[in-house]
Structure formats: structure tokens, C-alpha cells
């Protein structure tokens, strides 16, 4: 159990300037979320870039990788009774245009919202997230960091130089690129290995007939998705 607490505010500095309405939800979120949050990761309060509303939100990282490989950003949104849940921009802390399956969307008073919003912070962050790992010729020339219950990748990487001849020219013909060029993992071939990164992964499956593995190797850089 975590020995901090969460989505505390700090009353001295208050650069937000959070309402009251604002912070009875943050006090009982805190609450609420004491009795389980896990000591790996931290909650904290602030706004997005587009200062409407409270954010609160936790972010997610691989901590057995050098440094520490983020992963994912997820958090709720608080502004006039109603609070919603998702996966936000990692940098700028918005919500999706699009909400995933797994959202928060409620209205309620504000003890509710609160209760919800911890609800939905402990269903999250029991989601399973695995790593998949392609190699050839001993060296890892792909990896996708994703959830196990829907699929959905978090991160990713590809390096052409480590990859087998004519694989990445292959795969931008069949359209599996994006953004900067970036060759999508998800048009490669089975991966070669999975290790289970957190979460109940029995709430989910891998990739059938993928080898599951405990040690690690070096991995390519990842992007965000």
C-alpha cells in the first residue's frame, strides 16, 4: 500500500485555484482511494492545458526499464457536476475526441463523482499490460507495449537496421505506417516473446502461441501512440 497521499492539494500554493466545489472532490477522492492505491504510482491534481476543469490523474510506467519506460497517462476531467475518465495526451492531459470502451463518463454530487472516479482509477490501473518483443538474429528489433484485455497498444517501436531484409518496405506497402514513417508493430508476425508488465492478466490473453518470458533484454526506442 502507498505511504503518500493521492490527488492531495496543496493549500499553501494553490497555483490552480481551485474552487471549493473543486476540492471537496479531490479530498474525497483521496479517500476513497487510500485503502488500495498502489505504492508504484502517484495521483496527483492539477488542470489540462485548457484550464476548465480539475484533472486528476496517475501515469503509468514499465519501472524495471532503465529510467523507467512511460507508458501511458490515464485520468479524470471534473467541471460542472459532470466527470469523465480515459487515456489522456501525454503531455497535454486532454481527453480523447473519440472515448475508449473503457471511459468514464458521470454526473452526480460531488461525494458520487468522487466515489466514481475512484471506481474507475482502481478498474484502470487493474487493466493487464504486456510487452511484446520481436527478435532476429538476437536482437530485439521490435516491441509493443499493450493492454491485454482489449489489445489497444500504449507504445511501440521499430528499428528497419535490426529487422530482417525487406520486412520494413513490406509493411509500409501494406500501409502499416504512420505519422513520421513509423512502421506499426501491429502488421509484423507473431512476436517471438511477452512478458507481463502489471495488472490482472487474467483479465485478458496474449497473442496465441507467443512464449512468455521473465528476462529482458536491450529495446529499440519507443514512441508514443
Known sequence: MTTHAWFEVDDPDDEFEFTDDERAFASALSA???????????GEVGRPDDWESLLAHVSLSDRAEPRGR???DLGVHLVDGRVRGDRLHNQLYL???????????????????????????????DKPIVLYVWIHEGYAYAARYAYADSGETLS????????????????????????RGWIQTV????????????GDLDKGSVIPGVRATTKRGSLPGLWYE
Do not use: N
Open 187 to 198: 502488421g509484423l508476425p507473431t512476436p517471438s516473446l511477452y512478458l507481463h508488465i502489471r
Open 32 to 42: 476513497h482511494c487510500m485503502a488500495w492505491a498502489p505504492a508504484d504510482v502517484f
Open 70 to 72: 512511460h507508458l501511458i
Open 95 to 125: 481527453l480523447p475526441d473519440q472515448p475508449h470502451s473503457w471511459a468514464l463518463d458521470a454526473t452526480g454530487r460531488t461525494d458520487e463523482l468522487a466515489r466514481a472516479a475512484a471506481d474507475w482509477f482502481r478498474a484502470v490501473l
Open 156 to 179: 511501440q517501436s521499430y528499428v528497419k537496421k535490426l529487422a530482417p531484409d525487406g520486412q520494413a518496405a513490406e509493411l509500409t506497402e501494406a500501409g502499416h505506417v504512420h505519422g
